[in-house]
């Protein structure tokens, strides 16, 4: 009897250690094992981003490899390696068709340097910390010495404007409050940066509100007698999304906040406008 009660222990024994090594194994977070030692890969999703295929630098722009490169660009880039979830897909294209695109839900989002307006927030959802600023000012031929601020333009004659130019806002919030003198700005459905510093050196127009960057670069290859009269805002810029992209936008969110706080974002504006974009306008001072 203890012969057959001593085999019936061995069996038993062995059958239990054959179940317990045909049960999965698990790895230290408690996830059951492919097999292969690695934990089952987490879902990645395809973002459809879309960029502007019109340079503007320096937030995008083609370099001497013909790659992308700019503030906007390498924003991007940090946000794609730090959501692992993700993978961003780019389609360069008009700036007008992103925002159709983005309005239709072909592409998830779009980021150009956008400004936040009553009719944009109306069909697009946007991200709630900024990703940067855009340090607008106005530029008026060298030999003009009457214009320091906003204020100064009242009655004087700005360069045509795109209506769906962000800056448009600023022009036409300044003139609600001030609409017994209000600053000349006309509308237009397309126009260059080229042709609005030109217009300017000619003398057609008193002054060009614009981004601080983007006229530097655009006279730096123009060399009209033109200069920087004053530094009028500074713009926070944002990602905009499509508006069922609430949980996308909240990802931003939490990764834009720790990039400026990480001190990221401000080392990045330096390296791009050559200032700390995140400190106060009156800390920004002409050269």
């Known amino acids: 009897m203890k012969k057959i009660s001593l085999v019936a222990i061995i069996l038993a024994s062995v059958m239990a250690l054959t ?15 492919t097999g292969g030692g690695e934990t089952a890969a987490a879902k990645v999703t395809v973002l459809k981003v879309a960029r502007n295929a019109v340079p503007n630098p320096p937030f995008s722009y083609s370099n001497d490899k013909n790659e992308m490169e700019g503030y906007t660009v390498e924003y991007l880039k940090l946000l794609d390696e730090r959501l692992p979830e993700y993978k961003f897909e780019y389609e360069q294209i008009a700036r007008e068709a992103m925002l159709v695109g983005v309005e239709s839900g072909k592409y998830d989002f779009a980021a150009n340097f956008y400004y936040r307006n009553p009719e944009r927030e109306a069909k697009y959802l946007f991200s709630n910390v900024e990703y940067g600023y855009s340090l607008n000012s106005l530029i008026v031929k060298n030999d003009r010495n009457d214009i320091h601020r906003l204020d100064d333009m009242r009655g004087k ?63 730096a290859q123009l060399k009209l007698p033109l200069k920087i009269a004053a530094y009028i805002t500074k ?13 996308l936008a909240a990802r931003f969110d939490e990764v834009t906040k720790a990039l400026v706080e990480d001190g990221t974002l401000p080392a990045l504006s330096e390296k791009y406008f050559k200032v700390n974009m995140f400190k106060p306008l009156e800390d920004v001072k002409l050269n």
Do not use: H
């Not at 713009?235 to 949980?247: A, G, M, Q």
């Open 235 to 247: 713009e926070p810029i944002w990602v905009l999304f499509n508006k069922e992209k609430k949980d």
């Open 19 to 33: 179940a317990c090594g045909s049960s999965p194994s698990k790895d230290n977070s408690g996830a059951p094992s």
């Open 157 to 219: 004659k700005l360069t045509p404007m795109s209506p769906s130019t962000g800056l448009r806002t600023v022009v036409v919030d300044y003139n609600k409050k001030n609409a017994g003198n209000p600053i000349i700005a006309e509308d237009i459905d397309a126009v260059t940066d080229a042709e609005s510093v030109q217009w300017v050196a000619s003398g057609k127009y008193d002054a060009f509100l614009t981004n601080t960057t983007v006229f530097d670069n655009v006279n």
